[in-house]
């Protein structure tokens, strides 16, 4: 089992930054894949970043590309995304997933999730 919680949402206006943390516990060496997905009111679920827990290496949705970043500390066993000039159609609660795939877009790939976190960009 993977546990995940996902933290530093809010409110901030257009053109601001805000970071997420996702702390994970549990057996997470057996999940290489961390992603990032948001679901805004009235909307499916869709993909924003994902990482290789073992090379860093990161993939983005168009939509983010250029503007959010995703990073990992397996020290502490926590993925970030660091966000910034943002939108107000960033407005969503974003969520943290664990998974096999390496740089899956399809949610149905993650095995775990979090909660989730709301963000709200106001304009």
């Known amino acids: 089992q993977v546990h995940l919680v996902e933290s530093g949402g809010g409110l901030v206006q257009a053109g601001g930054s805000m970071r997420l943390s996702c702390a994970a516990s549990?057996?997470?060496?057996?999940?290489?894949?961390m992603g990032w997905f948001r679901q805004a009111p009235g909307k499916e679920r869709e993909f924003v970043a994902v990482?290789?827990?073992?090379?860093?290496?990161?993939y983005y949705a168009d939509s983010v590309k250029g503007r959010f970043t995703m990073s990992r500390d397996n020290a502490q066993n926590t993925v970030f995304l660091q966000m910034d000039s943002l939108k107000p159609e960033d407005t969503a609660v974003y969520f943290c997933?664990?998974?096999?795939?390496?740089?899956?877009?399809?949610?149905?790939?993650?095995?775990?999730w979090g909660r989730g976190t709301q963000v709200t960009v106001s304009s």
């Open positions: 997933a664990a998974g096999i795939s390496i740089f899956s877009t399809k949610s149905s790939d993650y095995q775990y």
């Open positions: 549990g057996r997470t060496f057996s999940r290489n894949a």
């Open positions: 990482i290789n827990r073992r090379t860093g290496s990161t």
